[in-house]
């Protein structure tokens, strides 16, 4: 199988020295338009396409972020590998801003948005016990660490509606449930790359301490932004070095990514809505 890796991630990531032949490409799915064109493009033979998770200019908040549509896109492209690269806060006084972490579960406190593409009509249910690839995740973590960065490994964590950051009380609750960092844009897209048999990995970049923190009681946007730019460099290097390591082939995800939905759908073939089989064109089409 070819491999082809789609990144999702904020503004300063897509200007990726060294991608050859990159064009924005608008990608029509079945489920609206996606936050943006896509940037499509090679990096060391491997095809490559990145997509503003929340649109150049920053144009949708975390809860208006078309998560079906992106996902299907880049299922659409071809793409095997989904890295996600968001901004988080910290819950632990070692995951410090500037830190990046490698987060391997979720806890979902969303709550206004499309969580799956399958409901009535076409039934299904995938396993979710584990959320991330761990393939995908261990290059990551070596990409960013080549890089440069300081990498935190096997980290939780919790995905709040927003657009309002936590209460203290909030912040002090997350922390008591072994959360590690807590973030906006984490779900549902990890759950909607899993329907969509995709190899997800996330990469979070601290930018704050939440609220929990005595000698940082107060989320200062200025100060996250400001962290963000610093990080920009090193998201754009950990990017940059991910097709070296995951090479232009690749085998079936031992850890079932490629294969979620085997043994997911419900519904009998003679009750399946054809209208809804026809959006699952791209994301089920390897069972359907």
């Given at each position: 199988?070819?491999?082809?890796?789609?990144?999702?991630?904020?503004?300063?990531?897509?200007?990726?020295?060294?991608?050859?032949?990159?064009?924005?490409?608008?990608?029509?799915?079945?489920?609206?338009?996606?936050?943006?064109?896509?940037?499509?493009?090679?990096?060391?033979?491997?095809?490559?396409?990145?997509?503003?998770?929340?649109?150049?200019?920053?144009?949708?908040s975390p809860t208006t972020v078309p998560y079906r549509a992106n996902i299907d896109a880049l299922k659409r492209l071809g793409c095997t590998d989904i890295l996600a690269v968001s901004a988080v806060g910290s819950l632990r006084e070692d995951y410090a801003p500037g830190h990046f972490v490698l987060v391997d579960q979720?806890?979902?406190?969303?709550?206004?948005?499309?969580?799956?593409?399958?409901?009535?009509?076409?039934?299904?249910?995938?396993?979710?016990?584990?959320?991330?690839?761990?393939?995908?995740?261990?290059?990551?973590?070596?990409?960013?660490?080549?890089?440069?960065?300081?990498?935190?490994?096997?980290?939780?964590?919790?995905?709040?509606?927003?657009?309002?950051?936590?209460?203290?009380?909030?912040?002090?609750?997350?922390?008591?449930?072994?959360?590690?960092?807590?973030?906006?844009?984490?779900?549902?897209?990890?759950?909607?790359?899993?329907?969509?048999?995709?190899?997800?990995?996330?990469?979070?970049?601290?930018?704050?301490?939440?609220?929990?923190?005595?000698?940082?009681?107060?989320?200062?946007?200025?100060?996250?932004?400001?962290?963000?730019?610093?990080?920009?460099?090193?998201?754009?290097?950990?990017?940059?070095?991910?097709?070296?390591?995951?090479?232009?082939?690749?085998?079936?995800?031992?850890?079932?990514?490629?294969?979620?939905?085997?043994?997911?759908?419900?519904?009998?073939?003679?009750?399946?809505?054809?209208?809804?089989?026809?959006?699952?064109?791209?994301?089920?089409?390897?069972?359907?």
């Amino acid at each position: 199988m070819q491999t082809m890796i789609g990144i999702i991630g904020g503004s300063g990531v897509y200007q990726i020295e060294g991608l050859e032949g990159a064009s924005w490409t608008r990608v029509k799915t079945p489920w609206g338009k996606p936050s943006d064109e896509i940037l499509i493009g090679r990096l060391d033979g491997v095809p490559m396409a990145f997509l503003p998770r929340h649109g150049r200019g920053h144009v949708h908040s975390p809860t208006t972020v078309p998560y079906r549509a992106n996902i299907d896109a880049l299922k659409r492209l071809g793409c095997t590998d989904i890295l996600a690269v968001s901004a988080v806060g910290s819950l632990r006084e070692d995951y410090a801003p500037g830190h990046f972490v490698l987060v391997d579960q979720f806890i979902d406190r969303t709550f206004a948005r499309d969580k799956s593409f399958f409901g009535q009509g076409c039934v299904a249910h995938v396993g979710f016990g584990h959320p991330t690839c761990p393939r995908l995740g261990q290059l990551a973590a070596a990409a960013a660490r080549a890089a440069g960065a300081t990498v935190h490994e096997g980290a939780t964590y919790i995905a709040m509606e927003g657009p309002q950051f936590s209460t203290l009380a909030e912040s002090r609750l997350y922390r008591q449930w072994g959360a590690d960092v807590i973030g906006m844009t984490g779900m549902p897209e990890a759950k909607l790359a899993r329907e969509a048999e995709l190899c997800y990995a996330s990469l979070a970049m601290v930018t704050d301490y939440d609220c929990w923190h005595p000698d940082h009681d107060a989320v200062d946007v200025a100060s996250i932004i400001a962290t963000l730019n610093a990080n920009a460099a090193l998201a754009r290097a950990t990017v940059a070095r991910l097709p070296a390591l995951l090479g232009p082939e690749r085998d079936t995800c031992p850890h079932g990514c490629d294969t979620a939905l085997t043994y997911a759908l419900m519904t009998a073939p003679e009750k399946r809505d054809p209208d809804v089989l026809a959006m699952l064109d791209a994301v089920a089409a390897r069972v359907l």
